[in-house]
């Protein structure tokens, strides 16, 4: 089977490096790709960088020419973009297995209001809101007043990660609100804001792949968004990642399948919306009870670096069964060892920082996995491209062993500015 991926960061290295062990696996391309997958595919670095209407058709052109069988859509953006739509919509594809959904099943991800709407609608617990635009601002500003705080404000739309605000004191509250509704804080994204209750918990991330009907729930991950060691300063695209999770045992697992899986997979079909791809449902831990804080409809990043290798069967068929509906004969094979994932970030970032560092140390690391995220690679040098540079994995019998293994690799690696959290993992050591 040749399979193409679309997408270039740490989850589409994991995607590919697990794919390419598949002895299924003829040709694998990943557009635009990075240096790490570089080792395992064949990159296409001209293609997956928009998904306007020429983008979508250079996309097409190439599943055409390779004879691709099956595409995995890695980020949100081009299914929000409408890359599914786009080759269903077109009898050439008649035959492609597309892991990813199409926009309307994409907006569970694109707009924090439909999914809102979505979760009261299917019974599916989260945080009390009410959805805000220019039309009722003097409403929203009262409302906030009428809460308890800190109070959560989300821009409806894709914000990059950025979108959430939590305030501690009304008038900030407010000043954002107003900021995101009359000044386009967020751009188009905050042309609609969803104020929500204050959800006090510990967070992890599950993960499930359904072909719309049936459903797998991939091992669940603990990621740390913060910059800063012990959850401070601002947010990032994730800072690490521990699989499985401590507190995710059995019976808490068992109420999230049962209370929001399970409801969510039904309200899609009865919403029409036919769904096959992953879905990444971003959960508070309150008191032992899960309540959704977000749905992505992707795997996450750098989740992925760590769910991926504790997956021991083969990938490959599992998402050919996903795209085609026949799921339901699937298990998955999960090791009972834990992984750790350490994200090696250029100074600077979030905010400003600088691309085209050249990183040695990488070939020397020989007990954890380089999954590459900002990467490229010239003149046989790998150079840093992105804020996300690399995410480095280690497996362990017990958390501090599969630390030990990430952390000693990334000392190993090194370039002119770089930063990691030292503190990934602590907190699930100490519970
Ligand atoms: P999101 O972009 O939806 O992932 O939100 C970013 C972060 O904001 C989440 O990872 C949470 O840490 C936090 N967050 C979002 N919604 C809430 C909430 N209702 N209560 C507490 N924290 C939240
Ligand atoms: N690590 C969070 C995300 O992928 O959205």
């Known amino acids: 089977m040749n399979v193409l991926i679309l997408g270039s960061g740490g989850r589409e290295h994991a995607l590919a490096w697990k794919i390419s062990q598949s002895p299924e696996c003829d040709q694998l391309f990943v557009a635009p790709g990075n240096a790490g997958t570089l080792q395992v595919a064949t990159n296409i670095p001209e293609l ?15 599943i055409t020419k390779h004879d691709i069988q ?36 994409a907006t569970l991800e694109g707009s924090k209001d439909f999914a809102k709407e979505f979760m009261l609608k299917n019974k599916i617990p989260t945080a009390a809101s009410r959805t805000f635009t220019i039309d009722n601002i003097e409403e929203g500003l009262k409302f906030i007043q009428s809460k308890s705080l800190p109070i959560v404000l989300k821009a409806d739309g894709l914000a990059a990660g950025k979108g959430v605000i939590i305030s501690q004191t009304y008038e900030d509250a407010q000043a954002n609100l107003k900021d995101m509704l009359l000044n386009d804080k967020f751009g188009s994204a905050s042309n609609k804001v969803v104020i929500e209750d204050y959800l006090k918990g510990i967070e992890l991330s599950v993960f499930v792949l359904t072909d719309g009907k049936d459903y797998l729930i991939l091992p669940e991950a603990k990621d740390y968004k913060r910059i800063g060691e012990n959850d401070t300063g601002p947010n990032t695209g994730g800072m690490g990642a521990v699989s499985p999770v401590p507190f995710a045992d059995e019976n808490f697992l068992k109420k999230v399948e049962e209370r929001i899986v399970k409801p969510t997979i039904k309200g899609l079909q009865a919403a029409h919306i036919d769904y096959r791809g992953f879905l990444f449902i971003g959960l508070m831990n309150v008191n032992g009870d899960p309540f959704v804080i977000e749905y992505n409809v992707r795997m996450g990043d750098p989740e992925t670096q760590v769910v991926v290798p504790r997956i021991e069967n083969d990938i490959l068929p599992i998402l050919f069964a996903t795209a085609n509906q026949r799921l339901a004969s699937e298990r998955l094979k999960i090791s009972k060892e834990i992984a750790s994932t350490v994200v090696m970030v250029a100074e600077g970032y979030p905010d400003a920082y600088q691309k085209g560092k050249e990183i040695t140390g990488i070939t020397d690391v020989s007990e954890a996995l380089v999954f590459h995220a900002g990467t490229r690679d010239e003149n046989e040098k790998v150079l840093t491209n992105g804020g996300r540079v690399l995410a480095v994995t280690g497996t362990g019998k017990n958390i501090q062993e599969a630390l030990d293994k990430s952390y000693s690799s990334v000392q190993k690696i090194v370039w002119d500015g770089y930063y990691y959290r030292k503190d990934i993992g602590q907190d699930l050591l100490t519970l």
């Open 70 to 105: 099956l595409l995995v859509v890695g980020p949100e953006a081009p299914l929000v973009a409408g890359i599914t739509d786009y080759l269903k919509e077109h009898e050439a594809f008649k035959e492609l297995a597309i892991v990813g959904p199409d926009m309307r099943g």
């Open 48 to 62: 997956g960088k928009s998904f306007d209407s020429q983008g979508k058709h250079q996309i097409g052109e190439f």
